[in-house]
Every structure is written in structure tokens, then in C-alpha cells.
């Protein structure tokens, strides 16, 4: 991979791993949290991440094996923000 691609990918996982910090900051114990799973999956989607990955493997600066190593690595972050919403209630 080149370098610039790693620094893409790299200003990509800082800024999903920013957001669910951010979110991570409002989960409640007392329940509640569906609305936070919920605000960052329109963020994802508004700001168009997979999108950008997907554009990278189709133009050939991506392989797939990167790609897949991308979402592996921030789809278990997020499934770690799920989980903590989901045990404190939803």
C-alpha cells in the first residue's frame, strides 16, 4: 500500500474512532442508548466512509485484502460500542 493511501485510511480510522470516543462519552446506565447506535451509524453513512474505501479498491489503490483489514479493524470497534450499549440498555 502505498503511503498516501495509508495516511487516507489512517484520517479515516481516527475519524470513526473520534466519533464513537465522542459517543462512547453518552452512553447512560440507566438505558436509553439505541438513539447513540443510531446517530453514529448516520454519521458513517452521511459522511460517506465506506464509500471512500470502496472508491479506493475500484480506482486500484486499494486491494481488497486492505479493504477487508480496514473494516475488520473498525467494525470490531464499533461492535465494542454496540456491545456497551446494548449491556447498559438500549
Do not use: P
Not at 451509524?41 to 474505501?53: L, P
Amino acid at each position: 500500500m502505498k503511503e498516501n493511501m495509508r495516511k487516507e485510511l489512517n484520517a479515516l480510522k481516527m475519524m470513526m474512532n473520534s466519533w464513537i470516543a465522542d459517543y462512547r462519552k453518552d452512553i447512560s446506565d440507566d438505558g436509553g442508548n439505541k438513539y447513540l447506535i443510531e446517530m453514529l451509524e448516520e454519521d458513517i453513512a452521511d459522511h460517506g466512509v465506506m464509500n471512500f474505501v470502496n472508491r479506493f479498491v475500484e480506482t486500484g489503490q486499494l486491494s481488497q485484502e486492505e479493504k477487508y483489514e480496514f473494516t475488520k479493524d473498525v467494525g470490531e470497534k464499533l461492535k465494542e460500542f454496540y456491545e456497551e450499549c446494548i449491556e447498559k440498555g438500549l
